[in-house]
């Protein structure tokens, strides 16, 4: 039996015509290539190579095995071709999902250095209201889904992937946005814009100011925080927005200002229960959570900088 280093020699051999020309074509040391040819053709019984002026010619009574090593090493060419392709993640796609406030801007950050290590990576993105999340890995249309919410649902597994704060979000000249910070209490004696406290989302913005005992009273309603900061650029009120969906925005129209109330919130990555998120989905919800978690800290120590 020979094993796949002593068949790479057995070839080196055969294609050199030499001793000296294995170890050139092995990058080792010609005694450590005479040595294993002996033991080889030792164990095997037979001799591989007749020494003709110097040569090294294949022995006529071992031509069947001369052939069988060729197909062997062109199917180990083909394997570590195939590996090569995998690891670039050639004739791959990554289909995944994300809700609204972390696929504006930090999807598109963990695709990038995702990008970089899978050059040919091919990827399938779906933006997904959370109502919509489940539908989407139960069916097999994605891997996974970067969640703002927890949901309680027997098929499908949540796994924490970052923690983000909530910001109040003005136009630069509002009389809010040089303030070092602003409490629930001053933020709603201004006209606010925000996504309705019954949606999943919208239902994280409003816990501060139930917290407090405060009404929250929208005047515009949007689904997404995209929308509701291009509102509050048009000067149309302000807006309690989550950090992620705030790393993003236009600061020459736009400040993001600090709540002085703990806002803290979990998000998630969900994927059906019992399954394995492949190597590039795993990849991917490491990326990810890293970004999140690095634009959250950022956030936290210009907060933190601002009340120095």
Same mark, same amino acid.
């Given at each position: 039996?020979?094993?796949?280093?002593?068949?790479?020699?057995?070839?080196?051999?055969?294609?050199?015509?030499?001793?000296?020309?294995?170890?050139?074509?092995?990058?080792?040391?010609?005694?450590?290539?005479?040595?294993?040819?002996?033991?080889?053709?030792?164990?095997?019984?037979?001799?591989?190579?007749?020494?003709?002026?110097?040569?090294?010619?294949?022995?006529?009574?071992?031509?069947?095995?001369?052939?069988?090593?060729?197909?062997?090493?062109?199917?180990?060419?083909?394997?570590?071709?195939?590996?090569?392709?995998?690891?670039?993640?050639?004739?791959?796609?990554?289909?995944?999902?994300?809700?609204?406030?972390?696929?504006?801007?930090?999807?598109?950050?963990?695709?990038?250095?995702?990008?970089?290590?899978?050059?040919?990576?091919?990827?399938?993105?779906?933006?997904?209201?959370?109502?919509?999340?489940?539908?989407?890995?139960?069916?097999?249309?994605?891997?996974?889904?970067?969640? $703002?919410?927890?949901?309680?649902?027997?098929?499908?597994?949540?796994?924490?992937?970052?923690?983000?704060?909530?910001?109040?979000?003005?136009?630069?000249?509002?009389?809010?946005?040089?303030?070092?910070?602003?409490?629930?209490?001053?933020?709603?004696?201004?006209?606010?814009?925000?996504?309705?406290?019954?949606?999943?989302?919208?239902?994280?913005?409003?816990? /501060?100011?139930?917290?407090?005992?405060?009404?929250?009273?929208?005047?515009?309603?949007?689904?997404?925080?995209?929308?509701?900061?291009?509102?509050?650029?048009?000067?149309?009120?302000?807006?309690?927005?989550?950090?992620?969906?705030?790393?993003?925005?236009?600061?020459?129209?736009?400040?993001?200002?600090? /709540?002085?109330?703990?806002?803290?919130?979990?998000?998630?990555?969900?994927?059906?229960?019992?399954?394995?998120? $492949? $190597?590039? +989905?795993?990849?991917?919800?490491?990326?990810?959570?890293?970004?999140?978690? $690095?634009?959250?800290?950022?956030?936290?120590?210009?907060?933190?900088?601002?009340? +120095?």
């Amino acid at each position: 039996m020979l094993t796949l280093k002593q068949i790479e020699i057995v070839r080196a051999v055969m294609v050199s015509g030499s001793i000296a020309g294995a170890a050139r074509l092995l990058n080792v040391s010609q005694p450590g290539i005479s040595r294993a040819m002996k033991h080889i053709e030792g164990s095997l019984g037979i001799r591989l190579f007749n020494r003709e002026a110097g040569r090294y010619v294949p022995a006529p009574e071992a031509g069947a095995i001369f052939s069988q090593i060729q197909e062997i090493h062109q199917q180990v060419a083909n394997l570590q071709e195939a590996v090569g392709r995998l690891e670039r993640g050639k004739e791959v796609e990554l289909r995944i999902g994300s809700v609204p406030s972390i696929a504006q801007g930090m999807m598109p950050r963990a695709i990038a250095a995702l990008r970089r290590r899978y050059a040919d990576l091919r990827m399938n993105v779906e933006i997904l209201k959370i109502e919509e999340a489940i539908d989407y890995i139960l069916i097999g249309r994605g891997e996974c889904v970067a969640m $703002s919410y927890r949901l309680d649902h027997p098929s499908i597994r949540f796994e924490p992937l970052a923690s983000g704060h909530l910001v109040c979000v003005t136009p630069t000249g509002h009389p809010l946005a040089q303030r070092r910070s602003v409490s629930a209490r001053e933020i709603v004696a201004h006209p606010l814009i925000g996504i309705e406290p019954t949606d999943p989302y919208g239902r994280i913005m409003a816990e /501060i100011f139930e917290r407090e005992s405060l009404p929250y009273d929208v005047i515009i309603k949007a689904r997404f925080g995209s929308t509701v900061a291009a509102l509050v650029a048009q000067g149309l009120g302000i807006a309690v927005l989550d950090v992620f969906t705030a790393a993003d925005l236009p600061r020459d129209r736009l400040a993001v200002v600090p /709540i002085a109330e703990n806002t803290r919130f979990e998000t998630f990555v969900a994927s059906r229960a019992g399954a394995v998120l $492949s $190597s590039f +989905a795993q990849r991917f919800v490491e990326d990810l959570g890293r970004e999140m978690t $690095s634009v959250a800290a950022a956030q936290a120590g210009d907060t933190h900088n601002t009340k +120095a």
